[in-house]
């Protein structure tokens, strides 16, 4: 048998335990987008027990951007209640390490960095509610272009905790007049996935200079009969993670998220028996 | 003007801040049910800092007893994210005081108890989703005949964190046949306070020998045409809680909770500025 990676249409036909195991080999350290489709992906932090109450208060203070969806206990690398034989360590495509707030290595495994203090927080992601959308009909542009989703510095104050602050990041979604209703309840469903929209319309509300210049990601155009739909974006934990200027930390590289056994429309983000 | 204490008809017509005044002052040490309607009630967990890591961990693992609406900073009484100016140790009608696991003292105020490692962790509550069954004409035996809604030690076991463990504690409500989906589907927009039911019909199935005894709380009966139907209880998280032996923590007494200014059914328990 030869050796092959396997690409992303053999993978997309796989469940979340075998897509892991082949991310754990090293078979796969790319984007997650489109990946066990139904369950729940999450953004992550990985940050010394010193700051997880802090960070898990700020998390709760400011639930849009930081859902909150799986917390490891301190050193252990298991995450029993997003899944079966999820080891943090491997099962995550990409990961970036941060010392002092400045990213040092972007890496495939942090095995070699794990210690006996840290902590994982999982936070839901955007790739859930998209999903729905889409499942709803629901155009969603970056999607259909291959983009990455723009995202942009708000002007809405976070409400801090501890050495974590700062403003929201936003993402910007055109989504098409009549259906602006339905993207909002279809959203509003998933508040473990940012729920429903902060907003619509005029970015200057949200202190957004210009919709063709996102501050990460890339532009899409909205088209005319569309309106710019806003949500709370997960780049925020990592923003402020960066921001605490934390000894040391983790997070995932974005879109390589980790992917749980947990059905992205549960009822609760905790495996059931 | 004569010094005399309102009455639970006079405090029904106050708003929340109104209400929480009245109790600072020590005009009112009663249950709250009932008072500030369409405001969030809260269950509390009073514990040193040294432990909160743990406790807001099987929270998360444990969302439907534990749903956390709020938490303080280490050592500060104030929780700006639940309401104006609540001040913990004095803004609620009765606080129970444990030490290394057994109630010492019910007090109403706990301003000469207060420490600076203390962080204050507020839990939602069934109010809010008996209020919204009730708002839908569906009836909420417990309240029709004035008692306390009957709980059970279910054999529904919690997923632990740290020294906090155990089984989860269950309330039941009768429904009439025709109105349980309507009861499932109205509970479950309120993740915040227990979320829908855990299930229905036959109480061995929850590992409760006998309806008509409950462990807390007085039986109620279930009328011919209705089922019984089970959600999880606040109760829940003290009895983890006393089990732990914690050297020190502080609930509210039960039904004496802290009333807040976000509206029970605010798309997140955090106060918008």
């Known amino acids: 048998m030869l050796n092959t990676k396997p690409d992303h249409a053999t993978l997309a036909k796989l469940s979340a335990a075998e897509v892991r195991a082949a991310i754990r080999r090293g078979d796969w350290d790319r984007h997650t987008a489109g990946l066990a489709a139904g369950k729940l992906q999450c953004n992550l932090a990985i ?8 960070f898990l208060r700020f998390c709760q203070r400011n639930p849009k951007p930081c859902p909150v969806v799986g917390v490891s206990d301190t050193g252990d690398p298991i ?10 360590r491997s099962d995550v495509p990409r990961y970036r390490v941060f010392r002092d707030g400045e990213m040092t290595e972007e890496v495939t495994d942090i095995a070699d960095l794990w210690r006996d203090d840290l902590v ?14 889409m499942r709803a009909g629901i155009p969603v542009r970056h999607v259909e272009l291959d983009r990455t989703v723009p995202m942009f510095n708000s002007d809405i104050e976070l409400v801090p905790a501890g050495p974590f602050h700062g403003k929201m990041v936003v993402t910007m979604r055109p989504i098409p007049e009549d259906s602006v209703e339905d993207a909002w309840r279809i959203s509003a ?10 907003g619509r319309g005029d970015p200057a509300g949200f202190g957004i200079a210009d919709l063709d210049a996102p501050d ?27 921001a605490a200027r934390l000894p040391f930390c983790i997070t995932h590289a974005p879109g390589h998220m980790l992917i749980a056994d947990v059905a992205e429309d549960a009822a609760t983000t905790v495996l059931q028996p």
């Open 47 to 54: 940050l010394p027990e010193a700051h997880a109450l802090d």
């Open 120 to 133: 994982t927080v999982a936070l839901g992601c955007s790739f859930t509610f998209e999903n729905a959308l």
């Open 216 to 242: 990460y990601g890339e532009a899409v155009p909205v088209h005319p009969g569309e309106v710019p739909v806003y949500w709370a974006c997960g780049v925020t934990p990592q923003n402020v993670l960066r």
């Open 79 to 88: 995450l029993p209640t997003l899944g079966r034989d999820i080891d943090i």
């Open 189 to 198: 469903r998933f508040p473990q996935a940012h729920g429903a929209p902060l």
